[in-house]
Each structure stands twice: as structure tokens, then as C-alpha cells.
């Protein structure tokens, strides 16, 4: 996710200093990981530089000095490209939890206890998503995120089940090589 484009959308909706960036951020993306304050200031020095956004203004508020930032129209026309952009399908699948199987298998451990151990791990977490989505005032943002989750879940519980098939012949051919 390119933080430099969020931060452009949500200033299409108007001036916003960082702080507010970042709280908006972490509500419209709640399974994504929450902002730093530090990123959320130099990705806005960055697009500052690049033209993409501007200073607004400077004010308190009755609180500390905040920079208000606003969009160019040059950070109009790229989010909009940017927004427009398909998503190609990754070219390398690089996966952690098949690295961890192969290694194991290498190094002489219990792969399938691994499996095991990972496929519990999933299905917590799918728990926690789906008492997070089915919360009383769930908003639709929430609840369509952890469905986004929940299915990237249920991908890999599915291939943990057909590589556990399998483990007697991976282990063969990677102790082949």
C-alpha cells in the first residue's frame, strides 16, 4: 500500500494536518497497520517537495502548532492515476510460512508441527476478525477490510492443508537436493 497515495486521498477531501491524516488513516484502513506520526510528517515533506501537496497554513487551535497541508492539482492528477492503476497479480509469491516448512525440513525439525502450530495461529486470528466485523456498529470499512483478511486467512489455511498432503514428498525432494 503506497502511503504517499492515501495520504493524497485523504487530503482530496480537503486541508488536513498530520495528526488528523493519521487518525483518519487508521479509522478508514482499521486491519492495516496504524500510521507512525513520523511517517505520516515525512510523507508529507516528500509530496510537499514533489509538488503534490502544499502548506495551507499554520495554527493552534488552542493546542500545539499544527501545518495544515493541502493537495496540488499535480497531487489531484496522480492519485487519480494512481487510483486508476490496476494492481497487477504479484510476479513472486515470496511466503513466509512455506520458507519456515522448506527450512524445517532442512534443518532436520518437525515440519508438520509447524503446519499444526501455523494453522491454529490462522484460525485465532480468524476468530478475532470475525468478533471485530460482527461487533454491534461495526461501520462497512471495518467489516469489508476483515473480510479481505478472513479470506487471505482462509487462502492459506487451505494451502497448509494440501502442502501437510504433500510433506512426505516435499521432504523427499528437498532432501534430494
Known amino acids: 500500500m503506497s502511503t504517499r497515495h492515501i ?21 478508514r484502513f482499521p486491519q492495516a497497520r496504524p500510521l507512525a506520526y513520523g511517517q505520516v ?8 517537495r514533489d509538488g503534490l501537496a502544499e502548506v495551507e497554513g499554520t495554527g493552534a487551535d488552542g493546542g500545539p502548532e499544527r501545518t495544515t497541508y493541502r493537495s496540488t492539482e499535480d497531487g489531484s ?6 487510483a486508476g492503476e490496476i494492481a497487477p497479480p504479484a510476479p513472486f509469491v515470496t511466503n513466509e510460512i512455506f520458507a519456515k516448512v522448506v527450512v524445517s ?18 484460525l485465532e486470528r480468524m476468530r ?11 461501520d462497512l470499512a471495518t467489516v469489508l ?7 487471505h486467512l482462509d487462502a492459506d489455511l487451505r494451502w497448509m492443508t494440501t502442502t501437510a498432503a504433500r510433506l512426505t514428498t516435499l521432504t523427499a525432494e528437498v532432501d534430494a537436493t
Open 105 to 122: 525440513i532442512l534443518s532436520g525439525g518437525d515440519a508438520e508441527a509447524y503446519l499444526q502450530a501455523q494453522r491454529a495461529a490462522h
Open 77 to 82: 492528477r496522480e492519485l487519480a492515476r494512481w
Open 7 to 27: 495520504l493524497l486521498g485523504l487530503l482530496a477531501s480537503g486541508p488536513s494536518h498530520g495528526y488528523d491524516l493519521k487518525r483518519r488513516h487508521d479509522e
Open 41 to 48: 510528517y515525512t510523507t508529507l515533506q516528500r509530496l510537499v
Open 128 to 138: 478475532e476478525l470475525t468478533a471485530v466485523k460482527t461487533a454491534k456498529g461495526a
Open 145 to 151: 477490510s476483515a473480510d479481505y483478511a478472513l479470506n
